[in-house]
């Protein structure tokens, strides 16, 4: 079974790249949606997160107010960086658990932070999504009506897109519409499952 890691910068368009693939039932492991599932209230992580942050992280049904939490933690390199070290080795073990019940030719595994991490070691593949920037912080700051200043913020504590690139076997450009999109994920399925079957 292949294994794919699909990652690209804020804004540049991975729920809508792995949807794509969904659509060919491709099994889509997302570590954003992991982590999603960890940070409930009642659990360890979440628990964790309020204790370290304050109740004032919380909205008033008592989950976490994530988009109050990104902006605390990305302006604040100390703070992300205990933040990625409660929750990053629970969402590879989740992943490496999911991985292991796949039952379709490739798993597309969604990574944000891929080019970031010293610590993914359960990937054959890596597609990268490109956009230029000014068209990501457009589009973030339409999405979750964030300040670009925030977004830019984001956008400067992660990697630079040479370095994602540089990891890159596979390269979506997402800057044009929806169609242009989906023959790129085509081709690219094509591909992989070629390349599952070889392997």
């Known amino acids: ?39 409930k209230p009642n659990t360890y992580s979440y628990d964790s997160i309020v204790k370290h942050f304050g109740e004032n992280i919380l909205n008033n049904d008592k989950t976490l107010d994530r988009k ?78 964030t300040t670009e200043s925030d977004v830019e913020a984001i956008i400067a504590s992660q990697c630079a897109d040479e370095k994602r690139l540089s990891i890159a076997d596979d390269i979506i450009t997402n800057d044009g519409d929806i169609e242009a999109l989906r023959s790129q994920v085509y081709l690219l399925h094509e591909k992989y499952l070629t390349l599952a079957k070889d392997k």
């Open 1 to 39: 079974m292949l294994r794919v890691g699909l990652t690209g910068g804020i804004g540049s368009g991975k729920t809508t790249v792995a949807n794509l693939f969904k659509n060919f039932d491709v099994t889509i492991i997302d570590a954003d949606e992991i982590a999603a599932a960890i940070t």
């Open 68 to 145: 109050k939490l990104r902006s605390l933690i990305f302006n604040n390199t100390e703070e992300r960086k205990w933040l990625e070290n409660l929750l990053h080795p629970v969402i590879r073990e989740v992943m490496r658990e999911r991985i292991a019940q796949v039952k379709t030719a490739y798993c597309l595994l969604v990574i944000p932070l891929l080019a970031e991490s010293n610590h993914i070691d359960f990937i054959d593949r890596v597609c990268v999504i490109d956009v230029p920037e000014s068209i990501r912080i457009k589009r973030v700051s339409q999405r979750d009506g």
